[in-house]
């Protein structure tokens, strides 16, 4: 297998690119096959055809909610081989929440998770003593100017997910029964309104990175984010002039931190790989518990492993980062995957951002997005 030289494209955040270059390094040295990373926006990595990156790239870093497109379009490799099935087990058996089954479908596996993620609370530790632990909370901080939300396509809609998921009536994910519960989506439209009236317009442009990036500048005055994707990096020391803690998500309503949209990454090879089983075996072993709570976390990467979760010094590195927004985690939320997903998730949020920059009435806004949800299943 030496001599082999595989290509790669991940997301362009040190959290996405450097674990990979790292844990590639390693494999040269274990196998010696060679891995080349490229990596692209997160607004591309959201929304970038799967298909035109399988046709350049032997190894693809994804979000699950490409699977039933992808799947539609075989272009990418099925990673539940039969000569694999205790490997395969094991990284079944080390999901954190719905990590690992959120790359099935149709019964075929499509992609391990090698980051796990969620929407959760971001704060600033040298500016609060402790994180707010429920919504009215939030807004008391809001009111002082304190706090930001992240409300870049598809954020938005993360925000909407994750507070009707909380409220109690998730949101759908077939075709057969509303998108959005009329009341809880009134509900949640209206909160995000009250919030996206009490923070910093540009919100409405800023993605959990821009956002992270603000409260972690030298003087910045923001000290709370109540609902954005975990980044890890953020709590390291010397990342950015402030460090970022991170706890469970503030909750609305009685179920505790609960119906968090998740997130995270996975690692999928493509079906016109020429080297698809060098591409599979390196696959399997970066998203195993050995890389994932050694090399994978100490490069900058976000576990997608529980033993990666549960390794003490990875939590003494962060702030408790893992440890405590696990809660949230394994309670998150398993957004819709369908074939024609993708294109809703960017149609709804822009729908939701309009509505919650107006005076319209929510339930409008409801009913348009129960409308694009009917219409997006192809």
């Not at 603000?214 to 709370?224: I, K």
Request: with cysteine; aromatic share 10%; charged share 20%.
């Amino acid at each position: 297998m030496g001599g082999v030289t595989l290509k790669g494209m991940t997301w362009s955040h040190p959290r996405g690119y450097d674990p990979m270059v790292a844990c590639s390094d390693d494999w040269l040295q274990k196998t010696g096959v060679a891995l080349e990373w490229d990596k692209r926006s997160l607004q591309d990595f959201e929304s970038f055809p799967v298909e035109e990156l399988a046709r350049r790239y032997d190894l693809i870093v994804i979000d699950h909610p490409h699977v039933g497109q992808i799947t539609a379009e075989n272009c990418l490799a099925a990673l539940d081989e039969p000569d694999r099935e205790t490997a395969f087990a094991a990284l079944a058996e080390g999901s954190v929440g719905k990590s690992f089954p959120s790359y099935n479908w149709q019964g075929r596996q499509w992609a391990f998770p090698i980051d796990a993620a969620t929407q959760v609370l971001a704060f600033r530790p040298d500016r609060l003593d402790a994180p707010p632990t429920t919504w009215a909370e939030v807004l008391d901080l809001a009111k002082a100017g304190e706090v930001l939300l992240p409300l870049r396509p598809p954020h938005s809609l993360m925000c909407l997910f994750t507070l009707c998921g909380n409220l109690g009536h998730p949101c759908s994910v077939e075709r057969d029964r509303p998108f959005v519960d009329a009341e809880t989506g009134v509900q949640a439209i209206e909160m995000i309104r009250e919030l996206a009236a009490l923070v910093d317009p540009a919100c409405i442009g800023m993605d959990p990175i821009a956002v992270l990036d603000l409260m972690g500048e030298e003087g910045a005055r923001y000290s709370l984010s109540p609902l954005i994707y975990g980044y890890v990096s953020y709590s390291l020391e010397g990342f950015r002039a402030n460090r970022i803690a991170f706890a469970d998500m503030p909750v609305a309503g009685a179920g505790g931190p609960v119906g968090s949209a998740l997130g995270g990454t996975g690692i999928a090879v493509s079906a016109f790989s020429e080297n698809r089983e060098a591409a599979i075996d390196f696959a399997y072993w970066i998203a195993g518990g050995a890389v994932q709570a050694g090399r994978y976390w100490r490069s900058g990467g976000q576990p997608g492993h529980a033993a990666g979760w549960e390794d003490e010094a990875a939590n003494a590195a962060t702030l408790g980062f893992y440890q405590n927004t696990r809660s949230t985690l394994e309670g998150a939320w398993l957004r819709p995957r369908h074939d024609g997903y993708m294109p809703f998730q960017e149609a709804a949020s822009q729908r939701i951002n309009r509505a919650v920059t107006s005076a319209e009435p929510a339930v409008k806004a409801v009913a348009d997005l129960n409308d694009l949800f009917v219409r997006s299943f192809r």
